[in-house]
């Protein structure tokens, strides 16, 4: 029995990422037109003790290539344990504390920031990233030409020449592949908060973040669901090689473990059905791997099948993954087979985990 079910979970899969790899393929991109920046943005940094970080992200800011006085910056200080202060920036920034009321943080702080939003878009990143010089201008080009109240923007890793490193490259990018193959196919249901844009309308013709401000994280995959089932002809990607935000990867496979699981809890509480049948097949996939390689250590599966199962699945994951990567970054890729071997092993413990386990996040516990 088992022998006939696991070759066809990965044959599922297998479609699925092909279809995936269509989507991928579907979505034009797009640059800066040369249109003169009328649009007006607030950046929202929600952040807790990152100090350290945030100066990176304000030195990018002052780099960009967009009027001053047609962009602001908010950051929501999230109960630091140390003051954070700014001074001496061309641009309008100013800090703000996070008005808590629910269990999740940073939905809080966003929350919190619409109340003093002087724009009519907002465009949340992350304390620990920096984006591109044109990232502003590509954003507002993007709108003057299309009828749009969301966009999601990619995000890519600052590698160092580290197996951890290059694993959670490999990892992101596949997220990304399938985040701009899904919108491809008019399925979008995923985005990242490091580089999320909307509308301050349609924030409210949303009601917020109301629903899910029981879940920790999510701010972004939530609310950009909630847009998708309501308006979804105002919800785009915005696939741009000058829109990429770069963030850092994670320094140890701890922190990584918790990370992913935080990412893995929100997906059954997906408003989307075609992203929890995803998360599924994902799922499934990769067990039927796991499953498969201790079938072949009991001797219950021969060795030319469990070859062939890995085989089917990592053709298919790389072709996504090689589309996606060209992409996002111009860094070599490293560790592919070891990490396409090391990858269902990680994936179905994080997925197993965050069904009952808790994780840690910015010095809480949730």
Known sequence: MFTFFLPLILIIYCITIAWLIYGF????SFNFVGLKPINKFTIVVPFRNEAATLPLLLDSFSKLNYPTELFEVLLVDDESEEQFSVFGFQFSVRVIKNNRVSNSPKKDAITTAMQQLNTAWIITT????????????????????????????????????????HFQQLDLTSLQGATIGSFGIGKGFMCNGA?????????????????????????????????????????????????????????SWSALFYQRVRWASKTTSYQSSFGKVL????????????????FWILDLFSWPTIVLLLL??????????????SFLTTTKMRYVVLSSLFYPFFSVSVALYSLFGKYEWKGRRF
């Open 25 to 28: 393929t579907k979505i034009t």
């Open 279 to 294: 998360g599924l097949t994902v799922f499934a996939g990769n067990l039927s791997i796991v499953v498969g390689i201790g």
């Open 126 to 165: 992350d304390a620990d990233c920096v984006v591109a010089e044109n990232w502003l201008l590509t954003l507002d080009n993007y709108i003057q030409n299309h009828d749009v109240s969301m966009i999601a923007g990619a995000v890519t890793y600052d590698c160092r020449n580290s197996f951890l490193h």
């Open 195 to 251: 580089n999320l844009a909307y509308t301050k309308s349609l924030f409210k013709e949303l009601n917020g973040f109301e629903g899910n401000n029981s879940i920790a994280s999510g701010d972004d995959v939530f609310l950009l669901q909630k847009a998708v089932a309501k308006f979804p002809e105002r919800v785009h990607y915005l696939k741009s090689k000058s829109n990429i935000v770069v963030t850092k990867p994670v320094d």
């Open 312 to 325: 089917l699945k990592f053709v298919l994951d790389l072709v996504l993954i090689r589309k996606s990567h």
